[in-house]
């Protein structure tokens, strides 16, 4: 285990990647993309709905600006909602694991029925709720940033086996601020949540993110998550819990 990291009294906020970094990577590919997968056709049957046909909408120009997809036998007709065409779309995407907005939407949609119904529970390591009253505590700021919808994100810290998280949470961000390994989209978080870059930490398990962030200025960490001590502390800044963040003046827990 790492030594453990205390905050500089400058760090306002954090801000927090979800995937293997606050949730298991295995809850949101077997448990979330496959409950998606299994309900998505249910949804698209609702397409005189105004959410769903938004989404659709948007679905249908990033097919068009997609030069990729121009080369696949789907037809201007198998477009229309509902058909097996857009299923397949959404099936490309989702095997491809391509971070589609309106594919992120659709699947929030469907996850919102899936928790509002009881069939979801959304799972989060259990060092968070005690870290998230702990930071909250020191004053600081919390906030998501996550390539899933606005919607699922909320969706799924609401409906946590540990209880209702978003009290503890203050802001949420998806890729409508930019792509997580662009250093724009950063900046845009700085100013949304009215902090200077040095006044924020990211966290996540992907270093590329941690690259973007640190290059608008961003104070990072390293999330590792079920990893051996000797990964763990051959990288500098690095944690595998956040038990081991400790906001100023006060120590981290081990």
Do not use: N
């Not at 968070?128 to 906030?143: E, T, Y």
């Not at 949420?172 to 601020?177: A, E, L, M, N, S």
């Amino acid at each position: 285990m790492s030594a453990g990291v205390t905050l500089s009294p400058s760090v306002r906020g954090i801000v927090l990647d979800i995937e293997g970094t606050t949730t298991p990577i295995s809850f949101v590919h077997e448990t979330l993309f496959s409950y998606a997968r299994e309900h998505l056709r249910e949804l698209l049957a609702e397409a005189d709905r105004d959410d769903v046909r938004v989404a659709l909408e948007g679905l249908r120009r990033e097919w068009d600006a997609d030069p990729e997809v121009q080369a696949l036998r789907f037809t201007q007709g198998d477009r229309t909602s509902g058909s097996f065409g857009t299923m397949a779309y959404l099936t490309w995407l989702m095997d491809r694991d391509r971070k589609s907005p309106a594919l992120k939407t659709l699947q929030g949609l469907v996850w919102q029925r899936g928790y509002q119904a009881g069939t979801l529970s959304s799972e989060v390591y259990p060092d968070v709720p005690r870290a998230f009253a702990r930071w909250r505590a020191d004053g600081l700021r919390i906030a998501i940033y996550s390539s899933g919808s606005v919607l699922a994100q909320r969706l799924l810290f609401a409906h946590t086996t540990h209880g209702d998280l978003t009290p503890f949470i203050e802001q949420y961000f998806d890729t409508g601020v930019g792509a997580k390994q662009s250093q724009d989209s950063y900046v845009r978080i700085a100013e949304a949540m009215e902090c200077a870059g040095g006044e924020l930490l990211f966290v996540s398990d992907i270093i590329g993110e941690l690259h973007a962030a640190r290059a608008a200025g961003i104070d990072t960490l390293l999330c590792v998550r079920d990893a051996s001590a000797d990964v763990i502390d051959s990288r500098p800044k690095t944690i595998a819990t956040f038990d081991e963040i400790a906001g100023p003046g006060t120590t981290p827990q081990r």
